[in-house]
């Protein structure tokens, strides 16, 4: 038995649908094995900017940081997207988030459920048995450096940086994920061109002088992405830095047949924080039929890592996985041969989950 704060931090758009399913399957969960999970809630992103007019208000941080686990939702909102003037952003309290908590680890596990085979665009027969980790390095890269205009604001500029020390925290923390799995690691960089990346290349290989029991690959970034639609299984554990892990981790997520489906746990030296790794979908928003499946898997992440508590983390697990053996879909992972009454909407395959835990 434990006792366990956590925070929902729900953000924008179909954030606050799906994290509200995650926290019911937290509540089942403590029920099921004795725990006692209290919780509190806080803003980010355009709720935060319009309530207090700060993306992450410091009340908000304060509250992460006392938390024991963060369960996140999304941020983001369409009144941004197509004003690059904005001053203020929904984003930047999320970066900020990321930056304060020291949370320069982010875990995306890319495994297909057999059952969703048909769900990709991906022929199944590359599909099945795809299974990677991949670890992105979260706080530095073009995301945290200097940027900025010049000549008039006709020129534009983002420069990206990294330190060894913030390629080797990232590559050890892969290294041993990889010695707890299949013992293959990939680092993805572009070192033929970028200097950030040569470093990057440099470190990583003095790293692996301590791990020679794991294999490893270097790999450009754009091999990387070719192969991971073209031979998905012969990946499993990847590291790469912040803008190519941003973008092959989207890429990937047609392993897994949809972005409702991949979780993912951002971590360093303190709260971690677990979240869905799609967007806030303002399109969708209010209408019930967002996915909440990688909000529970992202709750099952927090669980096994944060708590430690792997037998609860498989639970939840295992509770997807029946329902999507029993013929359940949302209407992004659903396909022909869907049955109608089978197609459910947030709340509902929520609620499937919940029954077989």
Not at 29 to 52: M, N
Not at 184 to 191: P, T
Not at 221 to 245: E, H, S
Request: charged share 25%.
């Amino acid at each position: 038995m434990a006792s366990k704060h956590i925070l929902i931090v729900p953000g924008d758009g179909i954030g606050q649908e799906v994290t509200a399913v995650g926290k019911k399957v937290l509540d089942k969960i403590a029920a099921k094995y004795g725990h006692t999970f209290t919780y509190d809630e806080a803003l980010i992103g355009h709720v935060a900017i319009e309530a207090t007019g700060n993306p992450l208000p410091d009340e908000s941080l304060e509250k992460m940081r006392k938390s024991d686990a963060v369960l996140f939702g999304a941020v983001g909102h369409p009144k941004y997207d197509n004003d690059p003037s904005a001053k203020v952003r929904p984003e930047q309290g999320l970066l900020k988030m990321r930056k304060e908590l020291g949370l320069y680890a982010n875990l995306r596990p890319i495994k297909l459920f057999d059952e969703l085979l048909g769900a990709s665009s991906i022929k199944p027969e590359i599909l099945k048995g795809a299974d990677i980790l991949f670890f992105r390095e979260l706080t530095g890269d073009i995301y945290f450096g200097e940027k900025g205009r010049k000549n008039n604001g006709d020129t534009a500029f983002d420069i990206a940086e990294y330190s060894r020390y913030e390629v080797e925290r990232i590559a050890r923390k892969a290294f041993d994920a990889a010695r707890t799995r299949r013992k293959k690691l990939c680092s993805v960089d572009k070192a033929n061109v970028i200097e950030t990346s040569r470093l990057w290349r440099e470190v990583v290989q003095k790293v692996a002088l301590d791990y020679p029991d794991v294999e490893v690959e270097h790999q450009f970034v754009d091999a990387t992405a070719m192969l991971l639609i073209k031979d998905p299984r012969r990946f499993d554990v990847v590291v790469t830095a912040n803008l190519f892990g941003d973008i092959l981790t989207d890429e990937a997520s047609q392993i897994a047949g949809s972005m409702g489906m991949l979780a993912s746990a951002s971590i360093g030296d303190g709260t971690g924080v677990y979240e869905p790794i799609h967007g806030s979908a303002h399109d969708i928003t209010g209408k019930g039929v967002a996915n909440p499946l990688a909000s529970i898997l992202s709750a099952a992440l927090l669980l096994d890592i944060s708590f430690g508590m792997k037998a609860e983390s498989e639970t939840v697990i295992s509770a997807v996985d029946k329902v999507l053996k029993a013929g359940f879909r949302t209407r992004d992972i659903a396909d022909a041969q869907t049955a109608a009454d089978k197609i459910l909407g947030t709340a509902a395959i929520g609620e499937e989950v919940l029954k077989h835990i």
